[in-house]
């Protein structure tokens, strides 16, 4: 695969420090959300939260424990008999003023998830406009709930199928989009009359507080409760909960495990949307240009640390450089830079020093198992923790790069001779998140889309997403669906009632 190697690494544009993205008092309390109150922990104890851009302590949040959990839990079930009873409708009231309620404090909320997570502008906005649209989505969908028909399905028994609120329902959530991980757990959840206890990523548990926060007086005191603190001490103790009818989380596969483990004690339901390594297929019929430009977006909106992101093409051999010549072209383009440097930034730094050293590990093995860097291929000089934007070429789907999820602004490319070798590769990764397929012609776009392993598969597309379309995997990915009135599904439970009226 040929290439042009010599491209400059990019400059990364830095933020005038005299002016940071949220003031002191604008950052949220340093506690827990339990019972509509703000608590310290019980411990005392605080964990750091730090800038990926300058790498020092932006807040402190309390390092919670298997006591706050058990007040949390216990606030929520005390909380959600009277949430259940209120009607679709009331509910939904509440949804719709909670969406307005983020909707009016949008500039904070962008300004603090980017600083929390060195996310450009751009992708804070799109996630806080996505929360607002998630809020509406299921304040409209509780409304207009379909089911089977109450009828005697056997001589003179009338079935009526109801559906209920599951109860309490625990929720972790991940670092890569913390308000918008959050938004697609609590909207559904509470639409279907459940109360909560979330866990937001002790990285980034910043915009999850400040949200709960801002809509306290919408919700009746123990519906919606926050517990910040690590996986192993406060996730791991939602899991186990037997007050707990179900276990939401959105992380990678090994925390997925460790709550499926953890919940297998209580026997509690288990909804998990865990990682993936969503191969791209681009036939030698596709549009190469366009599929490169929607690879620019794909592959590293939000610096790549997105667990749909098409990191992973496979090309028809045929056009295979001439499709790598117009990716490079197209990554080599990207903005650099700290969030607070402005709008035209495209790329911020990876979320924290560990997963920055985690991506790193990937390019220098790479470099050394004889993998070659078309554009970028290594970390940029800091304060923080920035990569440059990479297209691996000459990989092999044997090597750790083209099978494990780097979570960076990385695109491996590979090739092949076949479709039939096209999706057998594709589909030979433990997950099953998202693909794509590249082709204008309408049989393989059907054939191949249908043999792909993935619970979301774009045709001439790649990462665009509904609100009103399921979203989740399949295999290692997880199982669940976020989004859609399939996720009202999952948080809400089936009571057949059975009504002899022949006597
Ligand atoms: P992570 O698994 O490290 O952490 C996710 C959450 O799980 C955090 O809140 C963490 O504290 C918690 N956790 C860790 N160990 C735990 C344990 N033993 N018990 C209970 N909770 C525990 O994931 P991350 O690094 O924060 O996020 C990145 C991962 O999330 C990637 O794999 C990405 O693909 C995945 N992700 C998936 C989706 C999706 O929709 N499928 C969306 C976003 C992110």
Redesign the pocket.
Known sequence: MTAQTETPAPTVLRADSSTPLVSTDELPSNGQFIDGKIRPSSSGGTLDVVDPCTEEVLAQVPDGTVEDVDVAVAAAVAAQRQWGRLTPKERSLVLLQIAERVEKNTDLLVRLESANTGKPLEVSRDDISSTVDTFRFFAGAVRAITSQAAADYTENHLSVIIREPLGVVGV??????PLL?AA?KIAPILAAGNALVI?????TPLTTMKFAELVADLLPAGVLNVVTG???V???R??EHPDIDMIA????????R??AQ?AARSLKRVHL????KAPVVVFDDADLAEAASGLRAAGYWNSG????AGCRVLVHESVADAFVQHLVDQVASFVVGEPGAGDEVEIGPMVSKA?FDRVAGYLERAKKAGVRAAVGGSVLPGPGFFVAPTVLVDVTDDHEVARE?I?GPVVTVETFTDEAEAVRRANAVPYG?SASLWTENARRSHDVASKLDAGTVWVNSHLILATEAP???FKG??YGR?LSIYALDDYSRTKHVMHNHGR
């Open positions: 972790v959530t991940p670092w890569n989009y991980m697609w866990k937001p990523s002790e990285q690590t996986g192993p406060v996730g791991a939602l899991a989380l959105t992380g990678s596969v090994q925390s997925g460790a709550v953890g949307e865990l990682g993936g640390q997105e667990c749909g997963h999820e979570f998140l979203w989740g995997g990915s997880g976020d």
